[in-house]
């Protein structure tokens, strides 16, 4: 286990979907992903917000800019009865298209079809899952909100269901 986090692992992932509908998935040199399409994904730094680690992460490993369009869902599990390990994956619009992939992590980086991610045998669990639930419900972003000043906010933004908040 990787000490130096802590107990509490927070992380976050982007589902980067560009316009022919291709999803931005990476092969990782390391950990239980390591040669399997995933998402780009990795801790969040402090004074970072969730979907900006998403927006950085994918970056990073991918070279593609983006920007959050809405929270798709919560990964938390516990590692070995003591590590809470927990990844927010956001769904992501791409501001740009050519991918340069960091080669120190990963082994490639591609936009792949639905189709040919259901068929490699490479493809992630969590990858396989979020291709069963297509199409894909999520969370919208609401920015712009001040919870109020005794809190203490920098940043602050907020994803809910927007239909749930019409009513």
Avoid at 3 to 30: F, P
Avoid at 61 to 73: C, H, K, Q, S
Avoid at 104 to 124: G, I, R
């Amino acid at each position: 286990m990787d000490k130096k986090r802590g107990n509490v692992w927070i992380a976050a992932a982007g589902l980067v979907i560009n316009e022919k509908g291709e999803w931005l998935v990476v092969q990782k040199k390391y950990s239980g992903l390591k040669g399997k399409w995933s998402l780009p994904a990795g801790f969040v730094q402090p004074g970072e917000m969730l979907d900006e680690a998403a927006v950085r992460e994918v970056k990073e490993e991918t070279g593609i800019d983006a920007e959050p369009v809405a929270l798709l869902g919560l990964r938390t599990g516990v590692i070995a009865g003591e590590i809470s390990d927990n990844m927010a994956i956001f769904l992501l619009r791409p501001l740009s298209r050519d991918i340069v992939v960091q080669t120190d992590e990963l082994y490639a980086a591609a936009f792949l079809s639905k189709t040919a991610l259901q068929n490699d045998p490479n493809t992630s669990g969590l990858l396989r899952y979020l291709l069963a639930l297509e199409p894909l419900d999520s969370l919208s972003l609401h920015d712009g909100l001040n919870p109020g000043d005794p809190f203490g906010y920098t940043k602050y933004r907020l994803y809910f269901e927007s239909s749930k908040l019409k009513e």
